[in-house]
């Protein structure tokens, strides 16, 4: 199994940054990916951003493609999401996943609240 415990959300105002934080534990050798999925009020979870964990492969979401940067430190097993640029419509809790052994586990979430 492998743990996720992320951090670094919060409140900011619009055009404000915050980074993202998602510590990985437990079979950490397995994970060949990491990413970012948020939730806002009433809609359905949606993919924001993921790497891959050997080539570092990126992918994002068109609706934070240019704002957004994920990145990981494997020797900490911790994938970040930079986000810059934030607007209102960011406003969601954010979620890490690590796809491992044909599994994905999910955080238990961490909330931004983007003020306009």
């Known amino acids: 199994q492998v743990q996720l415990v992320e951090a670094g959300g919060g409140l900011v105002q619009a055009g404000g940054s915050l980074r993202l934080s998602c510590a990985a534990s437990?079979?950490?050798?397995?994970?060949?990916?990491m990413g970012w999925f948020r939730q806002a009020p009433g809609n359905e979870r949606e993919f924001v951003a993921s790497?891959?964990?050997?080539?570092?492969?990126?992918y994002y979401a068109d609706s934070v493609k240019g704002r957004f940067t994920i990145s990981r430190d494997n020797a900490k097993n911790t994938v970040y999401l930079q986000m810059n640029s934030l607007k209102p419509e960011d406003t969601a809790v954010y979620y890490c996943?690590?796809?491992?052994?044909?599994?994905?586990?999910w955080g238990q979430g961490t909330q931004v609240t983007v003020s306009s």
């Open positions: 790497i891959s964990w050997s080539g570092g492969r990126t």
């Open positions: 437990g079979r950490t050798f397995s994970i060949y990916g």
């Open positions: 996943t690590a796809d491992h052994q044909g599994s994905r586990s």
